[in-house]
């Protein structure tokens, strides 16, 4: 099965969690990892079976070239202590899905946010996963978020739990119907 994980990250805890997927992933088939601005990531999403799609949360859903503009702000600031990544988009998950022609049969999509009662932080996660079924993919297990703290630093746990959460995706793809 040729599985293709694309993120968006500004500060990098999307990244591990994009890293923590693909290792959990790998025993089910061959993984590609691509952050949303590598040119090679549309080609391998359309041509996969299962695309796997996340990114930060921002303003309860996924961000927007202003919400990027104050992540860069954030990092100028020494009173948050975030780095960008040399990475940081650049574009951002939305851009990249409307750019799609086509997509895969299979998909999921994860994101990352704050530590605090979902009804407050929201979550990206589900309008990636909503933007890729309205094109045509069916989401293999439901979306996932994993947790940062208010200093933007993952929770403890949470990269075992995104390794995990790949490990149950590959699982669950490997049985789906690739149609
Ligand atoms: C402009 C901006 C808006 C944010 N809005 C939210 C939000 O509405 N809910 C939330 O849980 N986290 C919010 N966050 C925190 C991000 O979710 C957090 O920085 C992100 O998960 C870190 O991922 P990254 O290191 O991959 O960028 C926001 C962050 C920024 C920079």
């Known amino acids: 099965m040729s599985i293709v994980v694309v993120f968006e990250s500004m500060f990098g805890n999307t990244r591990q969690v994009a890293e923590a997927i693909a290792d959990g992933l790998a025993p089910f088939g061959e993984v590609t990892t691509f952050t949303v601005n590598e040119p090679?990531?549309?080609?391998?999403?359309?041509?996969?079976?299962?695309?796997?799609?996340?990114?930060p949360t921002h303003v309860?859903?996924?961000?927007?070239?202003?919400?990027?503009?104050?992540?860069?702000?954030?990092?100028?600031?020494?009173?948050?202590?975030?780095?960008?990544?040399?990475?940081?988009?650049?574009?951002?998950?939305?851009?990249?899905?409307?750019?799609l022609d086509t997509v895969p049969a299979l998909c999921a999509a994860f994101d990352t946010r704050m530590d605090v009662a979902r009804i407050l932080s929201g979550a990206a996660s589900g309008h990636v996963e909503?933007?890729?079924?309205?094109?045509?993919?069916?989401?293999?297990?439901?979306?996932?978020?994993?947790?940062?703290?208010k200093e933007t630093v993952l929770e403890e746990g949470e990269l075992a739990r995104a390794r995990e959460w790949g490990a149950n995706l590959g699982a669950a793809a490997a049985v789906s119907p690739k149609r």
């Open 130 to 149: 909503r933007e890729l079924t309205k094109r045509g993919a069916r989401a293999v297990i439901p979306a996932a978020s994993f947790l940062v703290s």
């Open 60 to 99: 309860h859903g996924m961000s927007r070239p202003v919400s990027r503009e104050e992540a860069r702000n954030w990092a100028a600031d020494p009173l948050k202590s975030v780095t960008l990544e040399p990475t940081a988009p650049g574009t951002g998950v939305r851009e990249w899905i409307d750019g």
């Open 40 to 55: 090679g990531a549309k080609d391998a999403a359309q041509s996969a079976s299962l695309l796997v799609v996340g990114g």
